[in-house]
Nanobody, 116 residues
Framework: QVQLVESGGGLVQAGGSLRLSCTGP????????MGWYRQAPGQQREWVAGISSGSSTNYADPVKGRFTISRDNAKNTVYLQMNSLKPEDTAVYYC??????????WGQGTQVTVSS
């Protein structure tokens, strides 16, 4: 089964930084839009950032100016650089790939915890 694998989560103090990585088979990277969602305890999953196959980017308002999404197709990897982290950024972060077929492929998630 095609799968994405996230890494880079952890515990950080408010104001700190983390970089998340997402990797998987090349077949689901090279021509697909990709991005990140997050889900905090007791809340719905919310979209965080997206990047097109041409590397155009978009961000949710709560993370604009603090998070940066990028991709390296040669390494089959998408990154989420998170700076100036806040306690409200605490969540499980999920990587996704939107396939040309319309199917979305998800990763298992990586926990990010920001202490105050």
């Amino acid at each position: 089964q095609v799968q994405l694998v996230e890494s880079g989560g952890g515990l950080v103090q408010a104001g700190g930084s983390l970089r998340l990585s997402c990797t998987g088979p090349g077949s689901i990277f090279n021509r697909n839009a990709m991005g990140w969602y997050r889900q905090a305890p007791g809340q719905q999953r919310e979209w965080v950032a997206g990047i097109s196959s041409g590397s155009s980017t978009n961000y949710a308002d709560p993370v604009k100016g603090r998070f940066t999404i990028s991709r390296d197709n040669a390494k089959n990897t998408v990154y989420l650089q998170m700076n100036s982290l806040k306690p409200e950024d605490t969540a499980v972060y999920y990587c996704y790939s939107r396939m040309a077929s319309g199917m979305t492929v998800w990763g298992q998630g990586t926990q990010v915890t920001v202490s105050s």
